[in-house]
């Protein structure tokens, strides 16, 4: 069975059925004693008396006014909520049967009488309105207590003599009471009475129904926001998966250039075409060997480090570029003094947080279709500073899910990451004439490169 708003639809007809029992049950309720009383009101002449009698009048119409529009509401609900093409009973059931019930004294036994005045009305009309506001409300227990606030507080309308010529009031007990109040001549009291008290019921049933709509709209807000980030989270996740892919297979790449010496230089010496040679070719081997091992132990420990000079860095990142075919729109500005300038990193991390700024500046320009990327090199004091500029659109305003070009910002904060482990500083900022600039600034190593 289908379910409205996640509340079952059996539910709902069971507690109409309950409802509309429990109504067909309070129309056997003799009124009788309570007719007596109003009675003999004229022989004790107190307003006391009166408003006890209009309050248990009120009291009793009240509770057969509630269980009867309660009922059908649910059973209207209920009914929609067994499939998607029968919601409009939810609005077409109380719409109908209400009316329809009150045609049902003479079936339900003699001398039971039901009058369809103005408050009948109005209960009616709380009754479309409340389903229409309250319709992406799924706790129908709020709403049923909503509904009883406005049913009760029309049921007062009646007891008020000034509306009797406006359809309220024409039941037996109510005109009993409004009878007796015109014996005693306090209408006027019943009039002030009854006003005031529906007035505040009145009120606290749209003070209900405002709460509700408002709580519904913040539970909606805030699965919205959930469903947002699980999203988001899912995306990071799969950006997180191909990026590990992709970077090992840079890594791979990497690692696949002083292999390929030490295999060729061996490949010389094994076959003897390399005589005379083999110690030098050795060297090679060797200093080969100590590359490979330096990048595993970059790649292993996050806080190995070596000395650079920043030119033999910047070279090792434009050769991770190299393959791809944005490589030609990055440009170099840098001086040759600071090229030369040492810097002690964890090369692999810290070139691997320099291209993901290429990467991004790329993306950038795709958005924008600037053609042009600039990484720029350049020392102040002890700090080394390297920048790269883009032609893009600029950083959103809003950073919180990504660097803003449909990205989930991963690679910022992996090069936030890696710059706070080398105990650097990233800045990043939109340029007046348009187009962004990150910038990861370094402390400088003691010795330069010519120092070596």
Same mark, same amino acid.
């Given at each position: 069975?289908?379910t409205?708003?996640?509340?079952?639809?059996?539910?709902?007809?069971?507690?109409?059925?309950?409802?509309?029992?429990?109504?067909?049950?309070?129309?056997?309720?003799?009124?009788a004693?309570l007719?007596?009383?109003?009675a003999?009101?004229p $022989?004790?002449?107190?307003?006391?008396?009166?408003l006890?009698a209009?309050?248990?009048?009120?009291?009793?119409?009240?509770?057969?006014?509630?269980?009867?529009?309660? *009922?059908?509401?649910?059973?209207?609900?209920?009914?929609?909520g067994?499939?998607p093409?029968? /919601?409009?009973? =939810?609005?077409?059931?109380?719409?109908?049967?209400?009316?329809?019930?009150?045609?049902?004294?003479?079936?339900?036994?003699? *001398?039971?009488?039901?009058?369809?005045?103005?408050?009948?009305?109005?209960?009616v009309? =709380?009754?479309?309105?409340?389903?229409?506001?309250?319709?992406?409300?799924?706790?129908w227990?709020?709403?049923?207590?909503?509904l009883?606030l406005?049913?009760?507080?029309?049921?007062?309308?009646?007891?008020?003599?000034?509306?009797?010529?406006?359809?309220?009031?024409w039941?037996?007990?109510? /005109?009993?009471?409004?009878?007796?109040?015109?014996?005693? $001549?306090?209408? *006027?009291?019943?009039?002030?009475s009854?006003?005031?008290?529906?007035?505040?019921?009145?009120?606290?049933?749209?003070?209900?129904?405002?709460?509700?709509?408002?709580? =519904?709209?913040?539970?909606?807000?805030?699965a919205?926001?959930?469903?947002?980030?699980?999203?988001?989270?899912?995306?990071?996740?799969?950006?997180?998966?191909?990026?590990?892919?992709?970077?090992?297979?840079q890594?791979?790449?990497?690692?696949?250039?002083?292999?390929?010496?030490?295999?060729?230089?061996?490949?010389?010496?094994?076959?003897?075409?390399?005589?005379?040679?083999?110690?030098?070719?050795?060297?090679v081997?060797c200093?080969?060997?100590?590359s490979?091992?330096?990048?595993?132990?970059?790649?292993l420990?996050?806080?190995?480090?070596?000395?650079v /000079?920043?030119?033999?860095?910047?070279?090792?990142?434009?050769?991770?570029?190299?393959?791809?075919?944005?490589?030609?729109?990055?440009?170099?500005?840098?001086?040759?003094?600071?090229?030369?300038e040492?810097?002690e990193?964890?090369?692999?991390?810290?070139?691997?947080?320099?291209?993901n700024?290429l990467?991004?500046?790329?993306?950038a320009?795709?958005?924008?279709?600037?053609?042009?990327?600039?990484?720029?090199?350049?020392?102040?004091?002890?700090?080394v500073?390297?920048?790269?500029?883009?032609?893009g659109p600029?950083?959103?305003?809003d950073?919180?899910s990504? /660097?803003?070009?449909?990205?989930? *910002?991963?690679?910022?904060?992996?090069?936030?990451?890696?710059?706070?482990?080398?105990?650097?500083?990233?800045?990043?900022?939109?340029?007046?004439?348009?187009g962004?600039r990150?910038?990861?600034?370094?402390?400088?190593?003691?010795?330069?490169?010519d120092?070596?």
């Amino acid at each position: 069975m289908e379910t409205v708003n996640g509340t079952h639809p059996a539910r709902q007809l069971a507690a109409a059925l309950f409802f509309l029992l429990f109504w067909t049950a309070a129309q056997r309720i003799s009124s009788a004693p309570l007719l007596a009383a109003i009675a003999r009101i004229p $022989e004790t002449m107190d307003s006391g008396d009166l408003l006890t009698a209009a309050s248990f009048v009120v009291m009793l119409n009240g509770l057969r006014a509630i269980a009867l529009y309660l *009922g059908w509401f649910l059973a209207g609900n209920g009914l929609a909520g067994l499939h998607p093409s029968l /919601s409009f009973l =939810s609005w077409l059931t109380p719409a109908a049967a209400i009316p329809m019930t009150y045609f049902l004294p003479p079936v339900l036994g003699e *001398g039971i009488q039901l009058h369809f005045g103005i408050p009948a009305v109005l209960s009616v009309t =709380s009754v479309l309105v409340l389903r229409y506001l309250t319709r992406n409300i799924s706790d129908w227990v709020y709403k049923s207590i909503a509904l009883a606030l406005f049913v009760f507080s029309f049921q007062w309308l009646d007891i008020i003599p000034s509306l009797t010529a406006w359809g309220a009031g024409w039941g037996e007990l109510s /005109s009993s009471v409004k009878t007796a109040a015109g014996i005693l $001549e306090r209408e *006027g009291l019943l009039n002030w009475s009854g006003g005031a008290v529906f007035t505040g019921l009145f009120l606290s049933g749209v003070l209900t129904t405002e709460l509700m709509v408002t709580y =519904s709209a913040r539970l909606a807000d805030m699965a919205l926001l959930r469903d947002r980030e699980k999203k988001m989270a899912r995306l990071r996740e799969e950006s997180l998966s191909n990026r590990s892919l992709v970077e090992m297979q840079q890594l791979v790449h990497d690692l696949k250039r002083p292999l390929t010496t030490i295999l060729g230089l061996g490949d010389v010496i094994v076959s003897g075409r390399g005589e005379g040679n083999a110690a030098r070719y050795g060297a090679v081997i060797c200093e080969a060997a100590r590359s490979m091992e330096e990048m595993v132990s970059e790649i292993l420990r996050e806080d190995f480090r070596r000395q650079v /000079s920043i030119g033999d860095l910047v070279e090792y990142v434009f050769t991770q570029i190299s393959p791809f075919p944005w490589r030609e729109t990055v440009l170099l500005e840098a001086e040759r003094p600071v090229m030369a300038e040492m810097v002690e990193v964890n090369v692999v991390r810290m070139s691997r947080a320099v291209v993901n700024l290429l990467d991004n500046a790329r993306k950038a320009n795709m958005q924008a279709g600037g053609g042009k990327i600039t990484l720029s090199v350049s020392m102040e004091g002890d700090r080394v500073t390297l920048a790269v500029t883009d032609e893009g659109p600029g950083f959103p305003p809003d950073r919180t899910s990504g /660097s803003g070009w449909n990205s989930t *910002g991963l690679g910022l904060q992996y090069v936030t990451m890696v710059v706070r482990n080398h105990r650097g500083t990233f800045s990043s900022e939109n340029l007046p004439g348009g187009g962004a600039r990150a910038a990861l600034t370094l402390g400088r190593a003691e010795k330069r490169k010519d120092d070596l």
